[in-house]
């Protein structure tokens, strides 16, 4: 499956489709988060966290732009490049030297598109202007694995 769309309609509902996807993620996997500001891109890292137990950890990357996050399962690297002023300062940090040591969650990644791995899981977050607990969660793998991880993902939360 090379796309999957989820509704969500509530932070708790966000929560229980980050938890799921990160039950199919490994060391070595990307995800890029993109969406307005707002649009739930934190919400689904710290849910995506509580698979871990990490939720309690969480710190908002608004001043770094990389936060590591250490459990007994894995690294998570949970990124904001939105204030990056370009792709030399992502190389300068280090940035692209994260992508094999854990799982890199990254908002606003689409700016740092030419540095990012050729195969990833993008979720593109839609706000509802009519309801604003609701989000459209849009799904796209970008290679075999990450296609596949989407239909697990997808026969996960229909079942
Ligand atoms: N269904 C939902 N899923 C996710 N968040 C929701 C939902 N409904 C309401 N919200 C609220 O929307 C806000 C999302 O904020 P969040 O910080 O995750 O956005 P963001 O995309 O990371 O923004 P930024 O680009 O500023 O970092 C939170 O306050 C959250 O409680
Ligand atoms: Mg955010």
């Not at 490994?26 to 990490?54: R, S």
């Not at 740092?112 to 791995?117: G, Q, R």
Request: glycine content about 6%; proline content about 3%.
């Amino acid at each position: 499956m090379k796309n999957l769309k989820l509704i969500s309609n509530s932070p708790i509902e966000t929560t229980k489709i980050a938890q799921a996807l990160a039950k199919f993620l490994n060391i070595g996997d990307t995800v890029v988060l993109t969406g307005e500001l707002g649009a739930g891109k934190t919400k689904f890292t710290e849910g995506f966290l509580t698979y871990y137990n990490l939720q309690d950890e969480i710190s908002s990357p608004t001043f770094t732009i990389v936060n590591e996050y250490k459990s007994p399962l894995s690294t998570i690297y949970h990124f904001d490049v939105y204030r990056l002023a370009d792709l030399d300062e992502f190389y300068a940090i280090g940035g692209d030297e994260y992508f094999d040591k854990g799982i890199c969650l990254i908002e606003w990644g689409e700016q740092i598109e030419d540095a990012l791995p050729l195969e990833l899981i993008k979720i593109s977050f839609e706000k509802n202007s009519e309801d604003d607990n609701s989000r459209i969660l849009n799904f796209e793998a970008i290679g075999n694995k990450y296609e596949k991880i989407l239909d697990s993902l997808s026969f996960e939360l229909k079942n």
